[in-house]
């Protein structure tokens, strides 16, 4: 499987890092692994520079879907992807989609992914 997911509990966070092509049922498995894991509330980290995907918008609405659990359920974590410039498409629907349960931002390095989430001092 080419996505890779690390939580850290001691940090609060969910690091979860896509390499190669990724299909939504991959994206999906990684999903339900997060809930069972019950660190939706843990901020997090979607690395995107090395991965090749193609999903449609209604993908994308039924991934975001997944993600927000039960109805009223308001303990999101914040999401930061990090992503190739130049293949912004699937990080942009998706923070579009999910912008009202959680503060979503888009990087290009984790570095400033990880300063967004308060995990290091400015430099």
Do not use: C
Request: avoid cysteine.
């Amino acid at each position: 499987m080419p996505i890779y997911l690390d939580i850290s509990r001691i940090d609060r966070l969910v690091v979860i890092s896509a390499r190669g092509h990724v299909t939504p049922e991959e994206i999906a498995d990684n999903i339900r692994e997060i809930k069972e894991a019950s660190v939706l509330h843990f901020g997090k980290i979607v690395d995107l520079t090395l991965a090749h995907y193609e999903l449609t918008n209604d993908q994308i609405e039924g991934l975001a879907t997944m993600l927000r659990g039960e109805a009223g359920d308001k303990s999101r974590g914040p999401l930061a992807f990090v992503i190739d410039p130049k293949r912004e498409s699937f990080a942009n629907a998706f923070a579009e989609a999910t912008k009202g349960d959680r503060p979503v931002m888009i990087f290009h390095t984790i570095h400033a992914a990880r300063q967004w989430l308060g995990l290091h001092p400015k430099v």
